[in-house]
């Protein structure tokens, strides 16, 4: 891939391109190689004048705050674009709507919601994802999900077009949507109902604490690595990898990629493991519950290749 002419880019508001850029620091499990262009975009006008430039002569990827990503351990032929300063505000548009951009984590959304005595964002608290990674995922958890919040999304495609849609045409699934997979999100509109700030926190408070008691805490993990099988069975995913699976055998076989002995979804990097370790758990986990059970689990986090 031809890489000379984007060197020389002007961007107004300071945004960076580098090339061979890292990408192990820069999601939650710590894996993955570099990438052959990184994009650091502030704002729109410079990502829009790249994304013109590049003309989609490789691939994209847009990274948010990689809580849901393995990269592969081999180079990214291609670009990978975070967001930066301009897509990390939040404002209150009236009484109950907020517009947050697509980089502000969702604990950051959350929180000022509470502030503006906003409620039905609580679940965003305890998702270490960004806005974009949670429109992406149609993330969520203890009954609510990003479907529950978005009334607009604003994105820009990969040729460079803005659009605005509003949630009555998108169709969100079980971590996932029907949108494309050439849109770069760049901020959202979302509801929620008034309330007090002192309720909405108790109600924060006793969800986290709900996650802390379930799920392991300051690893490096992407989350719950498969879906919970929706039509095959009416058991979670952590019940089926359990009764197909000796965890303990399981966490000697791959190097520094083993489960979590406190949520079996988890997958934890314990130090160094590899994205080919993590693949190679993760393929052992798959053959042995379709093996046990007969259902082929699908996979939650994202890979990249
Ligand atoms: C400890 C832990 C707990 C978790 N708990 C939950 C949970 O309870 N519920 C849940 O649903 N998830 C959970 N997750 C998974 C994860 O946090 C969510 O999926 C989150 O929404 C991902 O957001 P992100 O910004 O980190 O996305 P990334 O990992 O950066 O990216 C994920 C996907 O979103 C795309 N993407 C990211 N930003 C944009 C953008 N601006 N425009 C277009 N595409 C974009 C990426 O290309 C990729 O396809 C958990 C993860 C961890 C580590």
Redesign the pocket.
């Known amino acids: 891939m031809k890489i000379d002419d984007l060197e020389t880019i002007g961007f107004s508001d300071n945004s960076r391109l580098n090339f061979n850029h890292d990408l192990s620091k820069l999601?939650?499990f710590n894996i993955g190689g570099k990438t052959k262009i990184f994009l650091f975009a502030n704002s729109l006008k410079d990502l829009s004048l790249f994304l013109k430039k590049y003309d989609k002569r490789g691939k994209i990827?847009?990274?948010?705050?990689?809580?849901?990503?393995l990269f592969d351990d081999d180079i990214y032929e291609g670009v990978v674009i975070k967001?930066g300063k301009n897509?990390n505000k939040i404002s209150r548009l009236n009484e109950n709507l907020i517009i947050s951009g697509?980089?502000c984590l969702?604990k950051k959304v959350c929180d000022f919601a509470m502030e503006n005595g906003i409620e039905g964002f609580e679940?965003l608290s305890?998702?270490?994802?960004?806005?974009?990674?949670?429109?992406?995922?149609?993330?969520?958890?203890y009954g609510r999900?990003f479907k529950d919040i978005i009334v607009s999304v604003q994105?820009i495609d990969f040729s460079g077009k803005v659009l605005t849609i509003p949630s009555s045409e998108i169709k969100f699934n079980y971590?996932s949507t029907n949108l494309p997979n050439d849109?770069?999100?760049?901020s959202g509109t979302l509801e929620g109902n008034l309330s007090t700030k002192e309720k909405i926190n108790k109600y924060v408070e006793k969800l986290k604490l709900k996650?802390a008691i379930s799920?392991?805490?300051r690893?490096k993990?992407?989350?719950?690595t498969f879906k919970n099988p929706t039509d095959q069975t009416n058991k979670k995913v952590w019940e089926l990898i359990k009764e197909s699976i000796d965890l303990k055998e399981a966490n000697k076989m791959f190097g520094d990629a083993v489960l979590s002995e406190k949520h079996c979804n988890?997958l934890i990097n314990k130090e160094n493991a590899s994205s080919k370790d993590m693949k190679n758990l993760i393929n052992f986990i798959r053959e042995n519950v379709y093996k046990k059970t007969g259902v082929n689990l699908e996979l939650?986090?994202?890979l990249t290749s």
């Not at 990827?61 to 990503?69: K, M, P, R, Y």
């Open positions: 999601n939650w990827f847009i990274l948010g705050a990689g809580s849901n990503t967001l897509f697509s980089s969702d679940f305890c998702i270490p994802g960004s806005i974009g990674g949670g429109i992406r995922m149609n993330a969520g958890c999900e994105a971590r849109l770069i999100y760049l996650k799920q392991p805490l690893v993990t992407s989350g719950s988890f939650e986090i994202v």
